[in-house]
T-cell receptor, first 116, second 110 residues
């Protein structure tokens, strides 16, 4: 089945120790998104890739970076995690159907990040 | 700006109906609805576009009032499986980058 996969599902890192979360997709979608979701809150968009073009949200801290080496994979790097970065990180994909607004997003199961 | 959802929470008995509302302070081209069950990822329900076009599940109905910048999600004859948090999303840009409302928690009891 076509899907969005995130690894690992649970990640524990130490304060200040860099961590990388990964996302892969078999849907061949050209758009990939990274969201941060804290407990009982809405998902908050960090950035997205439209094909190879990277689009950073204005309020995304510099501590968060991303790489998309090919269509299928996307990585979220947190350079120096703080306690406030503990959250669920969701990857989602979509494809351009040639119609503005028509971006149905498929979410992966998420990676729950704990910072100790 | 973040869309505003109401109510924040609702409790239903199986078979009852519910309406979840989403409003925005800015003009909208589209409104997106997702449901998230506890501990799971959000799942797409519906997109409503300006002009009346819709894309989504047959069993879900929703409306989009472009002039009022509001959307409503209608859940009829609720089932236990409808329980979860419902998020509406509005566009921050033109590539599907959304800002979600704070969510409406729906609990359906037997």
């Amino acid at each position: 089945d076509a899907m969005v996969i995130q690894n690992p599902r649970y990640q524990v890192t130490q304060f200040g120790k860099p961590v990388t979360l990964s996302c892969s997709q078999t849907l061949n979608h050209n758009v990939m998104y990274w969201y941060q979701q804290k407990s009982s809150q809405a998902p908050k968009l960090l950035f997205h890739y439209y094909d190879k073009d990277f689009n950073n949200e204005a309020d995304t801290p510099d501590n968060f970076q991303s790489r998309r080496p090919n269509t299928s994979f996307c990585f979220l790097d947190i350079r120096s995690p703080g306690l406030g970065d503990a959250a669920m990180y969701l990857c989602a994909t979509s494809r351009d159907l040639g119609r503005e607004g028509l971006y149905e997003q498929y979410f992966g199961p998420g990676t729950r990040l704990t910072v100790t | 700006q973040q869309p505003v959802q109401s109510p924040q929470a609702v409790i239903l008995r199986e078979g009852e109906d519910a309406v979840i509302n989403c409003s925005s302070s800015k003009a909208l081209y589209s409104v997106h609805w997702y449901r998230q069950k506890h501990g799971e990822a959000p799942v797409f329900l519906m997109i409503l576009l300006k002009g009346g076009e819709q894309k989504g599940h047959e069993k879900i109905s929703a409306s989009f009032n472009e002039k009022k910048q509001q959307s409503s999600l209608y859940l009829t004859a609720s089932q236990l499986s409808y329980s979860g948090t419902y998020f509406c999303g509005t566009e921050k840009g033109s590539q599907g980058n959304l800002i979600f409302g704070k969510g409406t928690k729906l609990s359906v009891k037997p």
